[in-house]
């Protein structure tokens, strides 16, 4: 049966860190990203596109579980409905699902995206973590 590891956490938590580590020597996983799929439409961050990338995710993940690979979704994914939406692809595609959730402190999360390449901004991760782990 095939597999979906679905990561969950907020940016800068380490969830693609652990992706890229997971399948280092795996040559049955994926990984799909909405963040990969943005840069791959050019202008990062585009408002109108965000329709087009969830459903290029959602069928990037659908195909590949069809072809027997199994897939890490390498995005924050705490939203309700996304949980439901994943849950429904994995249902869909007889594939075994599981959460993977990381918990990291608010500024050890500050401090990681202040340090990253292309950090979200204190805003945004002070605005996530209010939404999803301070009512947790």
Do not use: C, H
């Amino acid at each position: 049966m095939v597999k979906m590891l679905v990561l969950q956490g907020s940016p800068a938590s380490g969830k693609s860190t652990f992706a890229r580590s997971f399948i280092k020597d795996k040559t049955d996983w994926i990984i799909v990203n909405r963040d990969s799929i943005r840069r791959m439409f050019g202008e990062y961050w585009n408002p109108a596109r965000e329709t087009l990338v969830k459903n290029t995710e959602y069928n990037t993940i659908s195909l590949a579980l069809r072809y027997d690979w199994n897939v890490i979704v390498d995005d924050t994914n705490l939203n309700p409905l996304t949980i439901r939406e994943l849950n429904g692809i994995a249902l869909q595609n007889n594939a075994e699902i599981e959460f993977k959730r990381f918990d990291v402190p608010l500024d050890e999360l500050l401090q990681r995206d202040a340090n990253r390449e292309n950090p979200v901004g204190e805003e945004v991760i002070r605005n996530f973590y209010k939404k999803y782990y301070e009512n947790v």
